[in-house]
């Protein structure tokens, strides 16, 4: 070990820094580590004493010490993203992180899916059998859960990034989802707490036992606890997931290129099982098991969640990004009239040893939404209401520039809200006999979606990520604005095959004298497997697409609001189609026969697909108009990230 050097010591901070001679550069060049930051800086002789000066202890070790590894406390291969342990103790990347850490939050995803969509893809039947709703309100109370569900990442993300940290935000979530769920179950099982039969052989759908106030406030109570503690968990775990790979490692950076691909997969696993397995149980065996199940699921995967926590990398909470974002926007209004000056250099910005003190990286000025670079203009006043530095001027930019890509994905949400509950209510009415003693759930018909999804996940990045990226030399294939846009036009392709099935589906209806709400149409329920399968193949670009875009997009310190950016797309979405089914139902009641009616057989469906897949088209041209005028970040390179850096 060498001396520590007297210049090391000349001002003192809270940090203890350790330093190696790198050995290419003996000791003319050094690696400088940081407790804050968990990242070596490479730095020559001339500059070590100003990086150590920011340091109140120096252990400078030589290369042959280092080579003995961590043991003891000395120093070893560390992660170099800033990514610690729960105690904020720097991480090694040979023990932490990686595929090992993901076995686990991929393992909690796969049954947490299972939970959730154990819930939601048979919903719409628990309210129209056991509630006794309608169509239009059975549809539109699924549609304003899951949208629910999905809004609420916003205020995850949001206490994430702000207080608590990934890892504690979820933990929390966690245990408020599974109170949910198991309040859920209780009030499907214990008879006072829901609607009993009516007997006598009498059909649910034909019972009008209607629920009491009660029992129908603490069915939805449970159901929006569940809402609540999915808004921590779902923009967390799958963020977690992504820290777990180290960007400054360039074999870590190319298994993250994977990982959201193999997140959706795990995804689908789950998922598969409930739009199978749950949903017989479900409408075979009785609601109480069938969503006693599921809950045993959730608590299992939180369980397994938990057993990992010693192989995960974590990113301490950087502060509110929605505080940063709103000083910026309010301090541009309010210097609106502000002349921007034409050298950059002349907006406000911190010293680098700021942004060193809070772990950030200083970001560079760009020309995108130049309008904003007034909140950077020097008036006078230091607010920071009326005075924002380049860096968070640019962070706001990046997170702005990509609200018109974030509202070409409503449309498509719209049209994933579809499945759990038009599509479903159109199985209901036709022929689901596969043998003579079997006959397939109407929800059942979500596996298809699921299992197409499966299929194209493994066959895009198996076979054609690697063919397309010999050809346009981009690591992904082809660019997510591009995955997301052909999306897009299988969404348009998919409600015109809805259109012609419903249209079918009616014709057969009329030719056999078929008008009665309950009277199945002679048509097999698989006539609508073609849109079922599709939507699957359209997941497999959209949503992976979306939900890699916003989370790679997003700057530093805000991905947790970027991931659930394309969670806010689902759950606007779904509100969406609550808005448009009610609109069509009433507008069309009121100038004739309704498209959107309790009885499909004299309903006009086919026009209301018609409808959706104008709608689609009309957002795949606006998505093509917003792709085209956007410019993606600039990736930066681990050394020239780290020549911002002063630790």
Known sequence: MFLVPPWALTRASIYTCKIKPIREGGLNEFSVFTRKRSRWLSVSRADVNDVCSLCAEVILFSTKMEDRGPAGGGMGDYTKDGTVDLKGRPVLRSSTGKWKACYFIVGYEIFERMAYYGIASNLVIYLTNKLHEGTVESANNVTNWIGTVWMTPLIGAYFADAYLGRYWTFMIASSIYLTGMVLLTFVVSLSALHPGSCGNGVKEQ?????????????????????????????????????????????????QKLSFFNWWVFSILVGTLFSNTFLIYIQDNVGWAVGYALPTAGLAVSIVVFIFGTRYYRHKLPPGSPLTRMARVLVATVRKWGAVVPNDPKQLYELPLDEYSSSGQFRLDHSSCLSFLDKAAVQTGSSSPWMLSPVTQVEQTKQMVKMIPILAATFVPSTMVAQTHTLFIKQGTTLDRAISSHFKIPPACLSAFTTIFMLITVVIYDRLFVPFARRRTKNPRGISLLQRMGTGLVIHVLIMAMAFLAERRRLSVARENGIYGKDETVPLSIFILLPQFGLMGVADNFVEVAKLEFFYDQAPEGMKSIGTAYSMLSLGIGYFLSSLVVSTVADVSKRNGRGWIMNNLNVSHLDYYYAFCALLSFLNLVFFLIVAKFFVYNVEVSSQEAESKLIE
């Not at 009491?212 to 799958?238: E, H, M, R, V």
């Open 206 to 254: 034909d019972c009008d036992k209607k629920a009491s106030t009660l029992q129908i406030g603490i069915f939805y109570l449970a159901l929006y606890i569940i809402a609540i503690g999915t808004g921590g968990t779902k923009p967390n775990i799958s963020t977690m997931g992504a820290d777990q790979f180290d960007d400054y490692e360039p074999k870590e950076r190319l």
